[in-house]
């Protein structure tokens, strides 16, 4: 019992990366319309841009900054790309461009960084912050959660409470009549790209001492994101939040359990499956109703 | 001069021409109505003006500055408002939400208010949730907040109750009368005469006539005759 309830802590740390990723991915979904795969890919090159300068013996903090702002800077490359020339395209299309998109970063990553070769990734946040029914919990669990925590709150507030944010639900909910009243339309889908980049970077940069640092490994943590998002149905922040952190845990168990535990990258998939299958009943029940 | 000029403006829709060769101008503090029945090309001319759809050739100026290339945003900026067909409210935002959207530094709520007073008690209604004739004015209410110099709108009347129509109507007629130079489509022509100076009538893409709104209005055999053509 005890076994199982630490690896479910341990699960913590990727389950508030999934959160703070398939927040981003709720955002980037809401405000500019496109289901991004390139995520993780977008926060994993301004890891790696970290990771080089620490190896190459810059300052941790300094280049700690420098990753997040080549992560923006990613974000919007990529954002431009998909504002620029698919703009009208439909939702399938741009998913479809951000799947390439994924490949092309991925093969270029690789490339740039070595394939397998092993990296030297500082942990950021090293130790524990508090026992929780004696176990462990690490700070970067708490932070990775606490991240997630804060966006959603600050996505509410300023989508809420700010003339940009108002602009950005107009955006979302019409973009031609937005643009006709003169909103910048681009100016502000790049900010969203911006923002997602740069918090998507942060979180990389805590999970990526736990996972294998390789460029393609965390590049596809956008599908355990992507399926937190859809437990969230695209639309609800919290939901996609618990959804991440649930599935953290249920992966941290798994591995606890030897019969299942070489399947656990199947778990993302089969909580899509569920929510899926799940979202189709409803339908059906409304029809019938 | 007046103070939006379309000279030869042709419009594609699929590769096919939908609007040919056309001359159309408005003055300000006057309304142009653009008359002609389904299919004539009057929202693509409008969605052509404003930059929705690119145009094939010819020029578009406000005082004399071509925007025919530019974006739509741009075009807003250079002071043509476009108050699309099909009541386009914000769906998920407020009444004053949708307003607050298109507010400039320059620009007031209250002139939105004073526009439509029936506005002011639906302030914090979501959009989807008012009625035809409230959400039109509301369209047209959010176009005047971005402080055009011309305002173009399409098919306002449809769908709604005569006395809202009228309602509506006059609004427009008053938004001229305080200077602006207005391009109204529409599809039932006695009303938008009544109100308009000059009066257009497209068929096939074409303009087949151009002349005095208060001319037609006194002769609809000649107006019948427009519109279905011989
Ligand atoms: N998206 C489109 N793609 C291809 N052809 C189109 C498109 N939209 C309109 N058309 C064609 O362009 C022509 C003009 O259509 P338009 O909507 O401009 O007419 P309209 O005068 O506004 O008609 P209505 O009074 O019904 O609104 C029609 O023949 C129509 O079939
Ligand atoms: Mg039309």
Redesign the interface.
């Known amino acids: 019992m005890n076994a199982l309830l630490t690896s479910a802590v341990a699960g913590l740390t990727a389950g508030g990366t999934y959160a703070l990723l398939g927040v981003c991915a709720v955002f980037t979904y809401r405000l500019v319309a496109v289901v991004n795969f390139t995520g993780a890919a977008i926060g994993t090159a301004g890891t790696f841009v970290l990771i080089a300068l620490y190896e190459a013996g810059f300052p941790l903090w300094p280049s700690v900054l420098a990753g997040i702002a080549a992560g923006t800077v990613v974000g919007v490359a990529i954002g431009f790309i998909m504002t620029r020339w698919f703009g009208e395209a439909s939702a399938s299309t741009k998913a479809a461009v951000t799947v390439a998109l994924l490949v092309g970063i991925i093969a270029i990553g690789l490339r740039l960084t070595g394939g397998q070769h092993p990296h030297n990734m500082p942990e950021l946040f090293p130790g524990s912050a508090f026992r929780m029914a004696g176990v462990e919990v690490t700070i970067a669990s708490v932070l990775t959660i606490g991240l997630a925590a804060l966006f959603t709150i600050l996505a509410d507030l300023f989508l809420n409470n700010t003339k940009v944010g108002l602009n950005l639900r107009a955006l979302a909910d019409r973009p031609m009549a937005a643009e006709l009243l003169g909103i910048r339309v681009q100016m502000l889908s790049l900010l969203v790209w911006g923002m997602t980049g740069a918090f998507t970077t942060f979180a990389l940069m805590i999970i990526a001492p736990q996972r294998s640092p390789n460029f393609m490994t965390l590049s596809l943590l956008v599908v355990p994101a992507l399926a937190a998002a859809l437990v969230g149905l695209f639309r609800s922040f919290w939901r996609t939040l618990a959804g991440g952190i649930g599935l953290g845990l249920v992966e941290g168990m798994a591995s606890s359990v030897d019969s299942v535990s070489q399947y656990r990258s199947a778990i993302p998939f089969l909580v899509v499956l569920a929510v899926l299958l799940w979202s189709q009943r409803e339908a059906r029940w409304d029809e019938a109703r | 001069m007046s103070k939006l000029v379309v000279s030869n403006l042709s419009i594609n829709r699929a590769e096919l021409p939908v609007v040919s060769s056309l001359d159309i101008a408005v003055e300000s503090g006057a309304i142009s109505v653009v008359l002609g029945s389904n299919g004539a090309g009057k929202t693509t001319l409008l969605e052509g003006l404003?930059g929705?759809i690119p145009v094939a050739s010819g020029s578009i100026a406000i005082d004399g500055r071509e925007i025919q290339k530019a974006?739509?945003?741009v075009r807003?900026?250079e002071g043509l408002?476009?108050v699309?067909q099909g009541r386009?409210v914000?769906?998920?935002?407020t009444t004053e939400?949708?307003l607050?959207?298109?507010l400039?530094s320059g620009s007031d709520l209250a002139e939105a208010y004073a526009l439509f007073p029936e506005l002011v008690q639906r302030r914090t209604v979501k959009a989807s949730l008012l009625s035809g004739g409230e959400q039109q004015m509301l369209v047209i209410a959010?176009?005047l907040l971005?402080r055009p110099k011309v305002l173009l709108i399409d098919e306002m009347s449809a769908g709604l109750a005569p006395v809202i129509v009228t309602r509506l109507m006059s609004a427009v007629r008053k938004l001229a009368d305080n200077g602006l130079a207005v391009l109204l489509v529409e599809q039932f022509a006695a009303l938008a005469l009544s109100i308009g100076n000059r009066a257009y009538v497209m068929r096939r893409g074409r303009v087949v006539h151009d002349g005095d709104c208060m001319k037609l209005l006194k002769s609809p055999d000649e107006l019948h005759r427009l519109y279905l053509g011989g």
């Not at chain 2, 914000?90 to 935002?93: C, G, T």
Request: charged share 30%; net charge positive.
């Open positions: 404003s929705i974006r739509p945003g807003s900026r408002a476009h699309e386009t914000f769906r998920q935002l939400e949708n607050r959207v298109s400039h959010r176009a971005t």
